[in-house]
């Protein structure tokens, strides 16, 4: 950029100068990192000697929280003014594609040796939380009852998820930032005009508004059939959903759904002796191209854990606890990073 590699904005009417160095802390993917592209760049004015003026840019935004986040992008440190409200200096910095930079700077470096309580959010039942889930841009939700309440990463309140009284959340999760997958325990009653509704299974959910996206059914004999749905998994680059699925009939194992259509992929039935419709927790595995099946204590007495190889319908590895010395349940289990083991926490 011409002009000395200075650059110059109007703020809301106040005059603000920096370097193109500083500016371009920012980074190229926020709104301020994208002025520096040449496509962007407008003419610099020159003066009445002929000598280039720095490029000007006005921007209607407030001022003050504009000094505060160029000074941050100066020195690193964020300085909040105890007059700026914290929160209208998020959302100018989620304007100037800055939120993580403010992040960062108000957290911290992590570290796990040295752990303190951020925030908190009162629970209207402490403890009874089904599933407790980070939300990718900070957030997180949680699950209770028939509903699932979500905060942004300011843990603000947003729209909650709510089911009727009648529908017991098993899980949620993220598939991304906007996507929040509930599923739903199936709960047979009857309506007041002699119909019956199943309920149950699961469907995506706008985690900014709560509304209902789509849902996602399981068929038997190309007919939608009512089931229970369980842990979720995730596939990210082929867009999968994994649910531990089970009905009434058939319907017993881990369904696959296309998250973008919701539409029904594959469906892994239970071979015996391994309850993989009422399985706790899935996990994807990239290396063994496989899906992890843990069903734990106490929907089962004894644990069993198994390998799924969708390709060919088979079980390339299981693990049970049946018949062993320990006599302590296993609560949880979970795939080692390396991938080739399996950590399991008992009682």
Known sequence: MAGGGRVRF?????????????????GRDSMLGALLDSSWNVPCASSAGGAEQPAEYFIDRNPACFA???????????????????KLLYREALYYGLLDHVRSARRGAFDGDRLRLASSVPGRAPGDGTAIRPA???????????????????????????????????????????????????KKRLLGNGTRDDGGGMAAFSAASGDLRHRFRVQHARQPKPFTAGALAFHGS???????????????????????????ADFFY???????????????????????????????????IGLLDFRDKSVAWSWSDAGTAEDKRVLHAIAMDDERSVCVINQ
């Open 68 to 86: 505060v986040l160029l000074d941050l992008l100066r020195t690193g440190s964020l300085h909040v003014p105890p007059q700026l409200p914290e």
């Open 238 to 264: 082929s867009g999968r959903i994994f649910a531990s699925c089970k009905g009434r009939l058939n319907e017993h194992g881990v369904g696959v759904w296309d998250s973008a259509t919701g539409e029904q």
């Open 270 to 304: 239970e071979p015996p002796g391994c309850a993989l419709g009422d399985a706790d927790r899935l996990q994807w595995l990239d290396a063994a191209s496989a899906l992890m099946v843990a069903t734990l204590f106490p929907k089962t007495d004894n644990c069993s």
């Open 10 to 26: 109007n703020v809301g009417g106040q005059l603000f100068e920096t370097t193109t160095t500083t500016h371009a802390n920012a």
């Open 136 to 186: 990718p841009d900070g957030g997180l939700c949680v699950a209770h009852g028939g509903s699932v309440r979500v905060y942004n990463w300011m843990l603000d309140e947003r729209r909650p998820v709510s089911l009727d009284h009648y529908s017991q959340v098993n899980a949620a999760a993220y598939l991304d930032a906007a996507t929040l997958p509930v599923a739903v325990r199936e």
